[in-house]
């Protein structure tokens, strides 16, 4: 049995029906939509069914499916239109600000989804062989290319397919080149303001994870760092800039001294969009670091997906990246793709293989198509815009709302504010959710967790000041409100499609697919 | 610079609101012999629309698009027809450039999207329950075997030899920086797949038996032995697929004692592309086990009104709330992918489902016995549906890059996919799909009557 028993077509009084109820329930352009299966049928489809001409024997022995699915369908019409009004339910970044700290959330240019629509990128089979798709491994070489220029790098493995996935490939390359040099080690160090994949990654390569301090600033201490390192620690995940939306002014001398006790350096890429062709982490340092092109190089978030994240890797982990990746031949210039059927020398230390084919292709030439299009100038002027949106809204919320770290120096590419000046029985998710009835998406909230009701606010570069000003204008009155302990924000949003949501329930008791009401 | 908002006039303004003296400036944190002071060198400058597109295109064209060839290339990717309605219902905006639904008031698109995939996914596997989706199909493949290993507390994995190789390899390299022993084996070229063989492995100390259906080389186990076997030894049955569309004339691995199923779906809306963005289809029957789940899940709740909605739920197992201790490191799973299945599936529902897997499977039955026909050539395979292994009088992965060259792409030899493997030159995996037509099988089996006479 469902939850509420409620469905489509019963109005359901609450404040704003109750004033001006609807038999059906929708609000005008607010379409309530039913699921499909309240909707479809087993026998209803929205596909022209093939006619058989020509027959052959039947090879499905007692294999043969007994029953039907009970998978409902819709026709043409009633498909397009029922995830249409779906959508009319989402927010995006089409309509407007989604300023989620450390996802990067800038509008997603047009031309690359054309571009990755072209049939020879997206009808190719990735078993074809290789003499008919130099083009596609064209795309591959001219992005890897870019990423180890810009990162100052020596390689990088294009396969991983989302950031956690790129974080899992770049620790596992640095255990495989410990192992290689007979000194596995069995800890990582890692900041308490780093994201939760980092130390999740670490313990599914197989090692113990520790934290490291931050100093009152919110960078890594580095003294305490120098003085936990030693012979059982493998690497550091350092995430710079940080999660504070902070650069790490100590970075270089946080890779030497993890370098000097054996150590190697892991850099979580998800913030280069702040300093990508002003600051290049090879510079710094970095052996790994993962880069999420679907925030950097802004290829679709698509509501949770895909992702890519490429790694790119030092000279020392170069040779224990995982199969496939493409190489340049030193002689011809020709472009190779290795992988098992082909590789030679190049596989001796390779670590194995994190997927099936050869990684995200539709995210590479998307992701290329934008970097082509903003060139290195272009990509350089970005990250100062996207610094220079964040610092505007840091300084102009700074006095109404508390900045832990806006004593720390400029920020990057976020600005973080804490609950500190809220009254009393007002939370951050009071406030985010206020945001919403002010038609912005929230920030990231409650992250870092080294802040108290943490508020991560990233604009990236894509806004325009006008954007950002009233964002500003909506961010000061519900700083106010939350100060005066403003009661309507604590059941905010009252203009979104549903009021607030009860998560707790949903946990413990999951329906987590469709039943029909008994 | 088209996607950059900011006129220098607004620079000017914000620096002096910001009390900076340029943009440099906010970079002052950076020790400043390393700070770039200009575009990274070598690289190009930016380019104007008309210019990259021109510049892709070209790159597009040096590709062998499969629409412009006779085409039978499958081990795992599978060339479908898409309605025209999917892609334009996954580029609308407010489904393409939406975040993962952490906001569930203004994600309710995504978050029905995901339910009702969910549900799909549940019913075409024949589970209880599905999430929301992982990146692919091979890396559902080792969260399945973590999962197995949470569940029985045993270490001890069973592959079958007929698994895709990729998938193996995916499981055999995270497994070494676990402590899980795997236990692998090549295909043996038989026309039914070695069930006995695989059975005679399981143990009292096997976590999971990991079966593919139907299988790297097309043929079809029987599950629910295979179930029984490794029940009674108190291990879980782990089924992979990776043609979905199967599963509309084959029975559901879940109805034949599968515990988890899992698979890619890229077959039903996603389309080729090269190998990737694909969609990892991961479902349980027993819904005790949703707790030891990888990824996101959707569930059902209500509004402070009462209405229905929902919500991203029982994120205690993810990494964002338990870290180290997480049930898998993935924080994102491959949404967009999922709303081209659901969408497409909705488009089939039952009916269409039914009619297009008898499609695939007729013509797949007409390829075969025309291929046996070619002198040099056998048809290995007792059952399959869409995919079967032909064994030829000739190394098959000369055969198929000759043939290229003529714009035939006729399949995906063994040896590309076991490279290291003896005895499996002469095999060749053919797929076949309803966009494949007689012209193009007539067009395979006289490419292959030359090349073999």
């Known amino acids: 049995m469902n939850a509420s028993g409620w469905k489509p077509g019963t109005p359901v009084p609450s404040d704003s029906d109750a004033r001006h109820p609807t038999v059906t329930g929708n609000r005008a352009l607010m379409l309530e939509e039913p699921l499909i299966f309240e909707i479809g049928s087993t026998d209803t489809y929205g596909v022209d069914l093939p006619e058989p001409s020509g027959e052959a024997s039947p090879r499905l022995g007692k294999f043969a499916r007994k029953n039907g699915t009970g998978l409902p369908g819709l026709s043409e019409p009633q498909t397009v239109r029922h995830y249409t009004r779906l959508s009319r339910q989402n927010y995006a970044i089409d309509l407007g600000l989604f300023p989620l700290g450390s996802c990067t959330m800038k509008h997603n240019p047009r031309l690359n989804e054309k571009v990755a629509r072209m049939p020879g990128f997206a009808d190719v089979h990735p078993l074809q062989p290789t003499s008919t798709v130099p083009g596609a491994l064209g795309v591959i070489d001219e992005l890897a290319h870019w990423l180890v220029e810009l990162t100052g790098m020596d390689a990088v493995a294009m396969s991983p397919k989302a950031g956690a996935h790129g974080e899992l490939c770049g620790i596992l390359c640095i255990r495989a080149a410990l192992e290689a040099r007979g000194d596995a080690r069995e800890v990582v160090l890692v900041p308490e303001s780093a994201h939760g994949t980092n130390p999740a990654t670490a313990a599914f390569a197989g090692y113990k994870t520790e934290d490291i301090p931050a100093d009152k600033d919110g960078r890594v201490d580095l003294e305490a760092l120098k003085a936990r390192l030693g012979p059982d620690v493998a690497a550091v995940m350092i995430t710079n800039p940080n999660t504070c939306g902070l650069f790490e002014r100590d970075m270089k001398a946080i890779s030497d001294a993890v370098h000097e006790a054996g150590g190697l350096v892991y850099c979580d890429g998800a913030n280069f969009n702040a300093i990508m062709g002003r600051v290049r982490p090879g510079d710094l340092g970095v052996d790994a670091m993962h880069i999420n092109l679907h925030k950097t190089f802004s290829t679709p978030h698509g509501g949770g997906g895909p992702g890519s994240g490429p790694v790119v890797l030092s000279r020392a982990l170069a040779p224990f990246a995982p199969l496939p990746f493409v190489m340049k031949d030193a002689d011809s210039g020709e472009l190779r793709l290795i992988e098992e059927e082909n590789a030679g020398e190049e596989l001796a230390q390779s670590f194995g293989r994190m997927t099936a084919f050869h990684g995200q292709m539709g995210m590479f030439t998307r992701a290329l198509t934008y970097i082509l299009s903003h060139g290195a100038d272009g990509l350089r002027q970005a990250a100062g815009d996207a610094v220079l949106n964040a610092n505007y809204i840091l300084r102009s919320l700074d006095d109404v709302l508390d900045a832990p770290f806006g004593e720390a120096g400029p920020c990057m590419h976020e600005a973080l504010f804490s609950d500190e000046t809220f009254a009393e029985g007002i939370s951050t998710l009071d406030l985010a959710k206020g945001l919403i009835d002010e038609g912005f998406h929230p920030m990231t909230m409650y992250f870092p967790l080294v802040v108290h009701g943490a508020m991560l606010v990233e604009p990236t570069e894509t806004e325009s000041k006008d954007a950002l000003d009233q964002f500003i204008m909506a961010m000061r009155s519900l700083a106010e409100r939350a100060k005066n302990g403003d009661e309507t924000l604590k059941t905010a949003p009252h203009h979104a499609p549903r009021s607030r949501l009860d998560e707790a329930h949903a946990a413990r008791k999951p329906v987590l697919s469709w039943l029909p009401a008994q | ?453």
Request: aromatic residues 6%; hydrophobic residues 45%; charged residues 20%.
């Open chain 2, 1 to 453: 610079m088209r996607y950059l908002p900011l006129t220098d006039t607004d620079r000017d303004a914000m620096l002096a609101k910001i009390g900076a003296a340029s943009v440099d400036a906010l970079f002052d944190d950076v020790p400043s012999d390393l700070y770039l002071k200009g575009p990274v060198e070598g690289l190009p400058l930016h380019a104007s629309e008309m210019a990259v597109e021109k510049h892709m295109r070209r790159l597009s064209k040096q590709n062998l698009a499969a629409a412009d060839a006779a085409f039978f290339c499958g081990a795992g990717a599978y060339r479908h027809h898409v309605p025209a309605s999917v892609d334009h219902i996954i580029q609308r905006g407010e489904f393409l450039t939406a975040y993962t639904p952490y906001q569930p008031e203004i994600a309710q698109g995504t978050l029905q999207m995901l339910f009702e995939f969910q549900t799909q996914v549940a019913r075409l596997y024949g589970c209880a329950i599905a999430n929301a989706s992982l990146y692919d199909g091979s890396t559902a493949c080792w969260e399945a075997v973590a999962m197995a290993g949470r569940v029985t507390r045993r270490k001890r994995v069973v592959l079958s030899g007929a698994l895709h190789p990729h998938y193996a390899e995916v499981v055999r390299t995270m497994a070494k920086f676990t402590e899980d022993r795997i236990a692998g084996a090549r295909p043996s070229l038989t026309a039914m797949p070695d069930d006995d063989g695989l059975i005679a492995r399981i143990d009292d100390q096997t976590s999971c038996v990991v079966v593919q259906y139907p299988d790297v080389l097309g043929r079809l186990s029987d599950l629910q032995r295979i179930a029984d076997a490794a029940h009674d030894a108190g291990a879980l049955l782990v089924v992979v697929n990776t043609e979905p569309v199967a599963l509309g004339a084959i029975e559901a691995p879940g109805n034949l004692g599968a515990d988890i199923v899992l698979g890619e779906g890229q077959s039903i809306g996603v389309g080729l592309q090269f190998g990737g963005p694909y969609l990892g289809l991961f479902a349980v029957t027993n819904p005790k086990h949703v707790r030891q789940m990888p990824g996101r899940l959707c569930g059902e709740t209500v509004d402070a009104d009462g209405k229905r909605g929902f919500v991203l739920t029982l994120s205690t197992r993810e990494q964002h709330i338990r870290r180290e201790k997480a049930t898998s490191n993935i924080c994102t799973n491959s949404g967009l992918c999922a709303l081209a299945f659901s969408v497409h599936m909705t488009l089939l529902g039952d009916k269409g489902l039914t009619a297009l897997a008898a499609e695939n499977h007729r013509l797949a039955a007409i390829a075969a016995d025309r291929l046996a026909k070619v002198p040099g050539v056998t048809v290995l395979n007792d059952h399959f549906f869409n995919e079967f292994t032909l064994m030829l009088d000739g190394d098959a992965r000369q055969i198929v890059r000759d043939l290229a060259d003529d714009g035939v792409l006729a399949g995906v030899s063994l040896t590309r996919l076991f490279p290291d493997a003896e005895g499996l030159e002469n095999g060749l995996l053919v797929a076949v799909t309803e966009t494949t037509t007689e012209e193009d099988i007539e067009t395979l089996a006289s490419a292959l009557q030359e090349k073999l006479s």
